[in-house]
């Protein structure tokens, strides 16, 4: 049988298989096995047919995947048929740095005759180059190979759709009578084989791993679309540097998420991680908060306690929502990040204390607006900003939202002991068709919502659950940022219009119950009803802190009185449907 028949035989037997057990794995692992067990078997079945010439006598020794920067958390996996009787570490088989770095530049296999020196790759320009020679193949990897009895290996990208590569698959074989020969047919079957890890690829990555975050303490990113997974390379980038890092987005994006993530990949990742929100800190309690105070410092300081800083040192402290800084806190921040040290309050009479942390700040708004509004000092900008990294809305990462609907519903049911949960691809589409202004937080709930709904649905004892589009649905409309339009609006009008009618209604009715003699009568008083009603809605489709903020109140939010002055407008309207014996139906939303 020729090497073209085996290869047909393959492909109507064990890529099946390959493609049974992707479906049936439950995790990265399991996955990735099974493809490097599948890679192998190959390797046996062509050797098989090899009856005569320099292959016939090869040997398949064993399979290793390992991943680059930005999908490190799959680390490096190996498969192997015989058990290494001296416990070899699985960082000496990781691939040599020469051959992935030529692998990940060409995207091409690569064939590389250890025992010759010679690499070549496979389906480029067919160059034959002498590593050994060039001094390009180091002696330890060299060395390594040769006492693993492999005189070949085979490395191949691992691509994704778009053919960027994110990581490299080698296989070593032993092939003694077919060292420093021509390529072929090893290149033929080089060929195939990345066919066969072509097609197998997105069954593949879209496997969690086993460190998945609805499952342990570890942080990941378990959905990276083409546009999130430049922003994780070049989050990981800064990981490793000292200088501060700014993260930009809307809100709702997970930027918690990713500064966790980059702490985790960073020098400090064993030291503490701090995140603090300034929206959920007034301003008169920041320098305690930040600082830490001794006990006396102030009214009801009756310990002495530390602030994040302290909490933090050594490791990473992320301060999110940083457009909130009032002008004082500005300039205590600003000393904060020159001098690298600070005190706690009350401590006046000692020393500083030396900080050793690492900053990462978060913010949804234009900071540059900002300094040129003189909201924000333009120095503290400066250092502020040193390393910056734009994190897009879900508007701008539609390919991720069917992943991050299953991520989202299997992290339920394992937070909610509950058996897995899938989505059906109708929910999945009518989720694509909708806006998404809460971004990643907006849809989680939505999702959460939608599985509580599949699972009130489904009968006592079902191992599977499915999350339906009508579930979906519903879930949509319980929304509390998203209006269902109960009639088509004129688009023709623009806001000032359509203020002029809610004004006319208004006086219709007042007209009304004057000439009728109606108790009770509508008033000025009573009209202050609109204001109050846009507070709510404004913070019923954007978020307590950012709907004030929208009603340009961002004097409030700093000083932290937007709660107050919400709860002050959901009871002026109580009070009026009250006294009117009204039923509200609209911009209060529970």
């Known amino acids: 049988m020729s090497v073209e028949l ?15 057990e992707l479906d049936r794995a439950t995790n990265y692992e399991q996955g990735a096995h099974a493809l490097l067990k599948t890679l192998l078997l190959t390797v046996e079945l062509c050797v098989s047919e090899a009856t005569t010439g320099p292959l016939s006598s090869a040997k398949a020794l064993r399979a290793l995947i390992q991943f680059g920067e930005g999908m490190d958390a799959r680390g490096v996996l190996l498969h192997e048929p015989n058990q290494r009787p001296d416990g070899e570490a699985l960082a000496n088989l990781s691939t040599s740095g020469t051959t992935r770095a030529l692998v990940q530049r060409a995207g091409l296999p690569v064939l590389v005759d250890v025992a010759a020196g010679h690499l070549e790759l496979v389906g480029g320009p067919g160059e034959r180059v002498n590593l050994r020679a060039t001094g390009a193949l180091p002696a330890m990897s060299r060395r390594l190979l040769q006492g693993r009895e492999a005189s070949h290996v085979l490395a191949f990208p691992l691509r994704e759709a778009g053919r960027r590569v994110l990581g490299v698959i080698t296989v070593e074989l032993r092939c003694l009578q077919a060292i420093d020969t021509a390529a072929e047919p090893l290149g033929a079957w080089a060929r195939r084989l990345q066919r066969l890890i072509d097609e197998a690829a997105p069954g593949l990555l879209r496997l969690r791993v086993l460190g998945d975050p609805s499952l342990s303490h570890s942080v990941e990113l378990p959905v990276l679309g083409d546009t999130m997974r430049g ?32 702490h985790e990949r960073s020098p400090r990742s064993s030291q503490p991680f701090e995140a603090l ?41 992320f301060i999110d929502d940083i457009d909130a800084l009032s002008p004082r806190a500005q300039t ?17 009479g000692r020393s500083e204390r030396a900080l050793d942390v ?22 503290l900008f400066q250092r502020l900003s040193g390393l910056t990294v734009a994190v897009p809305g879900l508007d701008q990462r539609g390919d991720e939202l ?32 909708l806006d998404w202004p809460g971004n990643l937080r907006q849809l989680d709930q939505t999702v959460r919502r939608a599985c509580i709904r599949a699972v009130a649905r489904a009968p006592g004892g079902v191992a599977d659950l499915v999350v339906e589009a009508e579930d979906l649905r519903l879930a949509i409309a319980e929304d509390s940022r ?6 088509p609006s004129p688009a023709a009008e623009d806001w000032w219009s359509l203020l002029q009618r809610a004004v006319v209604a208004f006086v219709d009715e007042a007209e009304g119950r004057w000439r009728r003699g109606e108790e009770p009568r509508l008033t000025l008083e009573h009209a202050k009803v609109f204001r109050e009603l846009v507070v709510l809605e404004a913070t019923a489709r954007l978020g307590k802190a950012e709907g004030f903020r929208a009603l340009k109140e961002d004097k409030a939010v700093l000083q932290g009185n937007h709660s107050k002055r919400l709860a002050a407008a ?3 309207v109580d009070e009026l449907t009250k006294e009117l014996k009204l039923v509200l139906t609209y911009g209060r939303r529970t």
């Open 6 to 20: 085996a290869w047909q035989t393959l492909a109507g037997d064990r890529w099946m298989t390959l493609n049974d």
């Open 231 to 262: 922003v994780a390379n070049r989050l990981l980038s800064f990981a490793r540097y000292k200088e501060p890092l700014l993260l930009t987005g809307p809100s709702g994006v997970g930027k918690t998420t990713l500064a966790r993530w980059a």
């Open 277 to 317: 929100s300034l929206l959920a800190v007034p301003d008169e309690l920041l320098d305690s908060t930040l600082l830490g105070h001794v006990r006396g410092a102030f009214t009801g300081a009756d310990r002495d306690r530390d602030g994040a800083f302290a909490r933090a040192q050594g490791g990473t402290l």
């Open 332 to 348: 205590v921040l600003l000393g904060v990040l020159e001098r690298q040290s600070y005190r706690r309050l009350g401590d006046d």
């Open 358 to 379: 690492r900053f990462i700040f978060g913010s949804h708004v234009d900071l540059w607006a900002l300094v040129e509004q003189g909201k924000l000092r333009g120095d």
């Open 402 to 433: 069917p992943r991050w609907a299953e991520y989202m519903a299997r992290r339920f049911a394992s937070q909610n002991g509950l058996p897995p949960i899938t989505v059906h691809p109708d929910a999945v589409a009518a989720l694509a068709g």
């Open 482 to 487: 998203r209006r269902l339009p109960t009639a």
């Open 570 to 572: 959901a009871t002026f």
